[in-house]
């Protein structure tokens, strides 16, 4: 299975970028896909879910940060609007994927997001 992350860049504060996000691969289902972000010198931490029921997003980003996609078609986005200079950092999507032989979570390498002040 892979994910292949797409959409960072280098914008200034206030801006917005769209990522995208697409799995591949020994695929059965698809039970969930999101986002997380790593800044510099800090931990990863999740932005934002989306699954059949509905989506999840977190309170960091909320109101300015929305996403859409759908799990059945392996492919999600992330709408970044009013992006702010503390968004900078990696962005990685990940899949709850069920195949033939198991259910684990999958990573893609990242896309890098940086927001100038």
């Known amino acids: 299975v892979q994910l292949q992350a797409s959409g960072g860049g280098l914008v200034q504060a206030g801006g917005s970028l769209r990522l995208s996000c697409s799995a591949s691969?020994?695929?059965?289902?698809?039970?969930?896909m999101g986002w997380h972000r790593q800044a510099p010198g800090k931990e990863r931490e999740w932005v934002a879910t989306i699954r059949s029921g509905g989506t999840t997003i977190a309170d960091a980003v909320k109101g300015r940060f929305t996403i859409s996609g759908d799990t059945a078609q392996r492919t999600i986005y992330l709408q970044m609007n009013d992006l702010k200079p503390e968004d900078t950092g990696v962005y990685y999507c990940?899949?709850?994927?069920?195949?033939?032989?198991?259910?684990?979570?999958?990573w893609g390498q990242g896309t890098q997001v940086t927001v100038s002040s």
């Open positions: 990940n899949a709850d994927v069920v195949n033939r032989a198991s259910r684990r979570d999958y």
């Open positions: 691969g020994s695929i059965r289902s698809v039970n969930n």
